[in-house]
Structure formats: structure tokens, C-alpha cells
């Protein structure tokens, strides 16, 4: 248990920017990496309509064919209310079973680690996906010093450890 304080006293970060462009792009991928299925089987079946239907059904077949591309600018502007946030500048720290986000002007938000999802890695940063699909990014350079996968299993281990404490 001791490992464990210790790296939790390592979870805390140093302030960092995210734009939203970069915001969005993240978004959209954890959207596809969690829905891949999905992303699958709209296109497939737009195919299938664009080659066997006929009038209005070919119309709706070429839509679900396009349907793909649209999820970067839905991401776009999903993240704009949280854009304000990550593009002023956060800073994040672990405490106990809460994730905290504030940001200069002491405004911010707070998490439990039972609405976190899953945490994984996209590029250079660490994603907490929350019970609702929502994308939190920390980016593994506001932990100066640390080895990203080090840095990955103290944030699972810390989602883990609550997660039994609720149970």
C-alpha cells in the first residue's frame, strides 16, 4: 500500500494546455477507439444500400457512407464549453478516490474515480474516459521526470483501489 501513496503523491501535474482542435481530435479518437464497431457497421451498411438500393435508399446509403467523417467536427463541437478550460491552462491532482482539475483563476472541476470508465493512452497523453464517454486528457509531459507507463498503471491503480473502496 505504501507503493501505491507514494505514486499517488506522484499524480499530481504541472500546469498544461490542451487546444481544442488538439481537444477534438482526441475526443474523436477515444470516440472510434470505444465505438469502433459502430464506426464499422454504419459504412458497411451504406455500402450495401449505395449498391443495392434504389432512390431513397441509395441516398441514405451514401449518408452512412460519409457518416464517418463527421465525427471530427461533432468532436469539435462537443469539446467547446471543456476547450475553454484545457486551452486557459489545468492543472490536475489525485486525492484519495477524486481526480481535481483547476485551473489559474482557481475555477475548475472534480471527478470521482467511480464515474472513470476506463484509462488508457492516446499519443503523449493519459485518457480518463468517464461512465458517460467523456474524455478527460493529461498529457504525460505535465508529469516531468516520469515514464508514461509508470505513470499509467499509478492512474489505473488509483481508479482500482477506489473502485474496491466503493464496493
Known amino acids: 500500500m505504501s507503493q501505491f501513496l507514494q505514486m499517488e503523491r506522484q499524480l499530481e501535474t504541472e500546469d498544461f494546455r490542451i487546444p481544442r482542435f488538439e481537444l477534438a481530435y482526441i475526443g474523436a479518437i477515444a470516440y472510434v477507439r470505444t465505438f469502433w464497431w459502430f464506426v464499422a457497421i454504419i459504412p458497411l451498411s451504406g455500402l450495401l444500400l449505395v449498391t443495392l438500393g434504389?432512390?431513397?435508399m441509395r441516398a441514405a446509403g451514401a449518408m452512412a457512407l460519409l457518416w464517418p467523417a463527421t465525427i471530427p467536427a461533432r468532436s469539435l463541437m462537443?469539446?467547446?464549453?471543456?476547450?475553454?478550460s484545457f486551452e486557459r491552462g489545468l492543472r490536475a491532482w489525485f486525492e484519495g478516490d477524486r481526480v481535481y482539475f483547476a485551473t489559474?483563476?482557481?475555477s475548475g472541476f472534480q471527478m470521482a474515480a467511480a464515474n472513470v470508465r476506463a484509462v488508457f493512452r492516446i499519443g503523449k497523453y493519459?485518457?480518463?474516459?468517464?461512465?458517460?464517454?467523456?474524455v478527460l486528457?493529461?498529457?504525460?509531459?505535465?508529469?516531468p521526470g516520469t515514464d508514461p507507463e509508470v505513470t499509467l498503471r499509478a492512474l489505473?491503480?488509483?481508479r482500482a483501489t477506489s473502485?474496491?473502496?466503493?464496493s
Open 156 to 158: 489505473e491503480q488509483w
Open 137 to 143: 486528457p493529461i498529457p504525460f509531459t505535465a508529469w
Open 54 to 56: 434504389t432512390g431513397f
Open 126 to 134: 493519459a485518457i480518463l474516459q468517464t461512465r458517460r464517454f467523456a
Open 163 to 166: 473502485e474496491r473502496s466503493d
Open 78 to 84: 462537443a469539446s467547446g464549453k471543456t476547450s475553454r
Open 104 to 106: 489559474g483563476d482557481e
